[in-house]
Every structure is written in C-alpha cells, then in structure tokens.
C-alpha cells in the first residue's frame, strides 16, 4: 500500500522493526473495516507479530477525557440510532453497543446519577441533533471540537501499548449490527460471512517471489453469432468506443470514466482489457487483473443488440483461459446484489457466490456479491 511504505520512509522504518501491530476493529465503514483488519492480519501472521485490536469507540473517547467526566464517543448509524460507548478514566461504563437515542439516552440518565457526574463530553458525529433532549440531562455538556470528533491512529497506537495481544487468526471485526445484506446472505445460504478469510489468503503472495503473469495476446478474427468477428486487446485508442458502449448498456450512464480505463489499460503487467469488433461496431469488451494464484473480472460489457449470442461468455471465457495458462487456481468477479439474472449467467459458468460487499457501487450504494469460479490444476486432473 502506498501509504503505509510512505508511512515506513517518513519514519524510517521497515516492518521488521515494529514489534506489535494495531487496528481499529469497529464499529465503522464495513468495507474498511474489512481492509484494515485483513491488512494487519497479513502482515502478523506473515511477518509473525503481535497485534491488538482496539475499539473505534475506545480511541474516540481517548481524544478528551477529564477525571470528573463522562466521554460519551458516538457513532450516527442513521434512523436516529447510533454506534456508542461511553467512558469514565478511559474504562467503559456503558458498553459499546448499536443503540436507538431513545435507549442511549435512559444508560446516560443511570450513569449519571450511579456515579454523580456532573460533566458529559460528546464525541463523534450526529448527536447535536439531539441537543435540546441531551440538554435536559442533570449535567454540563462539553461538545467536542472538529478534530476531538475523529478517530486518529495515534489514539489507537497508545491504546495498544497497554492492551491484551490477540492471535491474528481470532481478530475479527466488531461491527455491533450486520448488514442487512448479510443478514439477507445468511438467510438465503446459510453460509456464514467469511470475507476475511478469503482476503487474506489472496493477500499472501504479496510476501512470496512470485513469476510474474503472462499477457500477451494476439489478435485474431473469429466467428461469432453468425458474423466474422475480431478479437484484440485494447488500447487508449479504444476508449472512446468503450465509453459510448457503457451509454448502451447502462442507459446513458457511465460507470468508469475515461480516466478509469485509461488508468487500467496502462497497467499492461497486470491488467488486459479485451475488445470484440464486428467491423467498425464495438461489440462488447471485458477487463481482467491477474496475479499468479487468480484472474479477476473488473468489467464486462456486451452490446444490447449482440446480448443472448453467447458473446458475454465468450469474453469470460477467454479471461478464465488466460489465468488458467498463469496458473491459477480461481477467477473472481462482483456483481450487483440486484442483477439477478447477471447472477444466473454466471453461476451457469460455474461461479460460486461467495460474500457480499456493502455499499459497493458508488452511484447507489447498492452491495455486491463476490462470486468465484474454482479452476482445476494439472494436479486436480490426474
């Protein structure tokens, strides 16, 4: 990551010298909660160090705490609930909890006259909705300033120095609630939500000398639905082509801009975007990013007047085919927790759901359904 090898050089570190790692473990965004705690867990299990996770809400409240106070640290889950905890001396009188305001405000109200506080200091984000309701509380307020109101790494960091080492196979995340869609996953599958798992085990050729994947491609011309078809790889000077294909397929809109695949197709050691020509037409591309152990489908397109041809599994034909030939052992994709029939097809190709990404697409927020195709090595056929 980027930012942690800045990180690193700023300080002049390596990983090596650091003896123990922290995370934040939640409550927060669900995906980055994901990508942190994946990203730690990497690096203790690989680098064999120690780690500790700590409560968002924990190193929140670390920003402003005074002796005679009550540090409420909060979270707007929306709906006019919240994510919070509330502590005294740093030690957690009102456990970290998802609460309607309603029932956050009667643990307030006990508290407060349990321990005869006369000082509440609020942190964190959408309580000064409430202000008139927190103002009837037998006790001062103390809003926090804009910078007391963030959760800051250095909070986590001294935190850690005093807390319990957790192995990194039991740290997991402490969301409070599931997502709606994981609760709808869950109930649909049975199968329990196993993101984590599943990141890290991508993460671990990071650490490992890995040859580096082959993608070169040589045009062609092929017959398809019934027409003399060509087949390449795209280039810069294709864009435009690509873009004016997404207005056809995503009526009028335009899910990666010119940038987006501008940005990819100049990736050429692990990305490949294939294109479908019948003559001048675009017909429909696909882009895939490739790592020695799995292909992944970033994009896929298909020309509505060319869809129901077979063209759209002739395209993740071809990218599962490059994989394969780059040894590896799966290729995945997302796709839209509403587009069922995409789901269909796929799963006709023999993907396999696998988790759910929360709030995945930006133009919506709608989630996304992680879906794998296991290849089979030589030594599976033998």
């Given at each position: 990551?980027?930012?942690?090898?800045?990180?690193?050089?700023?300080?002049?570190?390596?990983?090596?010298?650091?003896?123990?790692?922290?995370?934040?473990?939640?409550?927060?965004?669900?995906?980055?909660?994901?990508?942190?705690?994946?990203?730690?867990?990497?690096?203790?299990?690989?680098?064999?160090?120690?780690?500790?996770?700590?409560?968002?809400?924990?190193?929140?409240?670390?920003?402003?705490?005074?002796?005679?106070?009550?540090?409420?640290?909060?979270?707007?889950?929306?709906?006019?609930?919240?994510?919070?905890?509330?502590?005294?001396?740093?030690?957690?009188?009102?456990?970290?909890?998802?609460?309607?305001?309603?029932?956050?405000?009667?643990?307030?109200?006990?508290?407060?006259?349990?321990?005869?506080?006369?000082?509440?200091?609020?942190?964190?984000?959408?309580?000064?909705?409430?202000?008139?309701?927190?103002?009837?509380?037998?006790?001062?307020?103390?809003?926090?300033?804009?910078?007391?109101?963030?959760?800051?790494?250095?909070?986590?960091?001294?935190?850690?120095?005093?807390?319990?080492?957790?192995?990194?196979?039991?740290?997991?995340?402490?969301?409070?609630?599931?997502?709606?869609?994981?609760?709808?996953?869950?109930?649909?599958?049975?199968?329990?939500?196993?993101?984590?798992?599943?990141?890290?085990?991508?993460?671990?050729?990071?650490?490992?000398?890995?040859?580096?994947?082959?993608?070169?491609?040589t045009p062609y011309v092929t017959t398809l639905?019934?027409?003399?078809?060509?087949?390449?790889?795209?280039?810069?000077?294709?864009?435009?082509?690509?873009?004016?294909?997404?207005?056809?397929?995503?009526?009028?809109?335009?899910?990666?801009?010119?940038?987006?695949?501008?940005?990819?197709?100049?990736?050429?050691?692990?990305?490949?975007y294939l294109v479908i020509y019948d003559k001048?037409?675009?017909?429909?591309?696909?882009?895939?990013?490739?790592?020695?152990?799995?292909?992944?489908?970033?994009?896929?397109?298909?020309?509505?007047?060319?869809?129901?041809?077979?063209?759209?599994h002739y395209l993740i034909n071809l990218i599962?085919?490059?994989?394969?030939?780059?040894?590896?052992?799966?290729?995945?994709?997302?796709?839209?927790?509403?587009?069922?029939?995409?789901?269909?097809?796929?799963?006709?190709?023999?993907?396999?759901?696998?988790?759910?990404?929360?709030?995945?697409?930006?133009?919506?927020?709608?989630?996304?359904?992680?879906?794998?195709?296991?290849?089979?090595?030589?030594?599976?056929?033998?």
């Amino acid at each position: 990551d980027p930012m942690i090898d800045k990180l690193l050089k700023d300080c002049n570190l390596s990983l090596k010298q650091i003896d123990r790692l922290a995370v934040a473990i939640g409550p927060g965004s669900y995906t980055g909660l994901r990508i942190g705690i994946t990203t730690m867990k990497m690096f203790a299990s690989i680098l064999n160090k120690e780690i500790v996770g700590i409560s968002t809400l924990q190193a929140l409240a670390a920003n402003k705490q005074a002796a005679d106070s009550l540090t409420l640290a909060c979270l707007d889950a929306r709906n006019n609930n919240f994510f919070a905890g509330a502590y005294v001396n740093g030690e957690a009188v009102i456990a970290d909890g998802h609460y309607s305001f309603e029932a956050l405000l009667e643990e307030l109200k006990k508290v407060l006259a349990e321990k005869n506080i006369q000082k509440l200091i609020i942190l964190g984000s959408g309580m000064e909705k409430h202000e008139d309701l927190l103002n009837s509380l037998p006790c001062d307020i103390i809003w926090g300033n804009e910078e007391e109101n963030l959760v800051h790494a250095s909070q986590i960091a001294k935190l850690a120095l005093t807390s319990e080492v957790i192995d990194a196979d039991q740290l997991v995340p402490r969301y409070l609630r599931r997502t709606q869609a994981e609760m709808d996953w869950h109930k649909k599958t049975g199968k329990p939500f196993n993101q984590i798992v599943i990141m890290l085990k991508k993460f671990r050729h990071f650490f490992k000398e890995e040859p580096e994947v082959n993608l070169n491609f040589t045009p062609y011309v092929t017959t398809l639905a019934g027409r003399t078809m060509q087949v390449m790889q795209a280039s810069e000077v294709n864009i435009p082509d690509l873009l004016e294909l997404e207005k056809k397929v995503y009526q009028g809109k335009q899910p990666w801009s010119s940038f987006s695949f501008a940005s990819e197709l100049r990736k050429k050691h692990n990305s490949l975007y294939l294109v479908i020509y019948d003559k001048a037409q675009l017909v429909g591309f696909i882009g895939g990013r490739f790592i020695p152990c799995e292909g992944h489908i970033t994009n896929i397109a298909v020309d509505p007047t060319y869809q129901g041809q077979g063209i759209g599994h002739y395209l993740i034909n071809l990218i599962v085919e490059i994989a394969r030939k780059n040894g590896a052992r799966q290729v995945s994709l997302e796709v839209r927790a509403d587009n069922e029939l995409a789901q269909k097809i796929y799963k006709g190709l023999g993907f396999e759901a696998q988790f759910i990404r929360a709030g995945y697409y930006q133009d919506d927020h709608m989630d996304a359904i992680n879906m794998v195709l296991h290849l089979k090595g030589k030594e599976d056929t033998k």
